[in-house]
């Protein structure tokens, strides 16, 4: 076993916000108050010291063909039946995009789908969420990201952690999303894109979200947004990168790295699972917005 990084000094209490956001009339870079990396390398660490560096510099980590051709042949299948299933079908769970009736994202698929929540409880991915995160993890969100090909939206800039911080009352950024590709992922079919190092910057938004609004920004993201000053320092600083290679290959990014992806105008889909784990010493507690807590679906409350 590896040993975790001690992290008593990262205790939080709802009256003291370690990163406030949403709150001022203009936006900020803070320094990041959280390690990146919560468990100290050893040779039986389940990454390589290049692949541990390589996280804690940058906030991301590409694995090229981490799943088999046949486990992601299956995953594909479902993928497909679920898409057909929701065309006309409605649930809370199942987002369309913004100007149609295309399904664009099916969340909470570790909770209702059992082939999905085998994978979410995948041995391989545990054993690095929870070496990352130095603790046992969970699945804070789940959800299927389709990107067919002509059609496909883009997601705009953002950090995950500032809209979980926000809405969702995750205290800490001590959580990470992992990327699961179902389709091939070319520089020119809308794949993820991350800028590296801003991991370690947070950008406070402008603007106090509107209640219930998650019910429109799944669609199309209007608060919690980087400013264009702030987005421009980052990316000049660090540049952009993005992670491509075939189905089967995984990208995990912290939750604070900036990320997006452009439209996918190319008759080549991008399809992705993406898994949230969030630490169990990092418990959602009550949204630093004040405002109602988002469904379940979309920030698990409650794990064990």
């Given amino acids: ?85 929701y065309r006309d079908r409605e649930a809370d769970y199942v987002v369309r995009e913004p100007e149609s009736r295309e399904v664009r994202s099916i969340f909470a698929v570790h909770d209702h789908n059992k082939l999905f929540m085998q994978l979410a409880a995948h041995p391989r991915l545990a054993a690095i969420t929870d070496y990352l995160l130095g603790s046992v993890t969970y699945i804070h969100q789940s959800r299927i990201n389709f990107k067919p090909g002509f059609t496909g939206k883009e997601f705009y800039w953002h950090s995950d952690f500032e809209t979980w911080h926000v809405e969702d009352g995750m205290p800490r950024m001590r959580a990470l999303s992992c990327s699961i590709a179902l389709e091939d992922n070319f520089h020119f079919n809308g794949p ?21 609004h998650f019910k429109q920004s799944l669609r199309r993201q209007e608060y919690g947004v980087p400013d264009h000053e702030s987005l421009t320092k980052l990316v000049e600083e660090g540049g952009i990168d993005t992670p491509v290679g075939r189905a089967g290959s995984v990208v995990l990014f912290d939750c604070n790295i900036m990320h997006g992806s452009n439209s996918n105008i190319t008759p080549l889909p991008r399809s992705n699972v993406f898994l949230v784990y969030n630490s169990i010493e990092n418990e959602l507690i009550e949204p630093y917005s004040g405002q109602a807590p988002r469904p379940g679906y979309i920030a698990t409350r409650t794990f064990g």
């Fill in 1 to 85: 076993m590896y040993p975790f990084v001690r992290t008593e000094q990262y205790s939080v209490t709802n009256e003291n916000d370690a990163y406030p956001s949403r709150v001022d009339d203009t936006p900020s870079l803070l320094e990041r108050k959280d390690p990146v990396v919560y468990s100290e390398w050893t040779k039986d660490s389940p990454l390589s010291r290049e692949q541990h560096d390589f996280y804690d510099r940058n906030g991301y980590l590409f694995l090229e063909g981490f799943f088999s051709p046949e486990e992601i042949a299956e995953w594909r299948q479902e993928l497909r039946r679920l898409q057909q299933l």
């Fill in 192 to 212: 993820l894109m991350v800028v590296p190092g801003s991991h370690k910057k947070f950008v406070t938004c402008v603007g106090r979200t509107p209640e219930n």
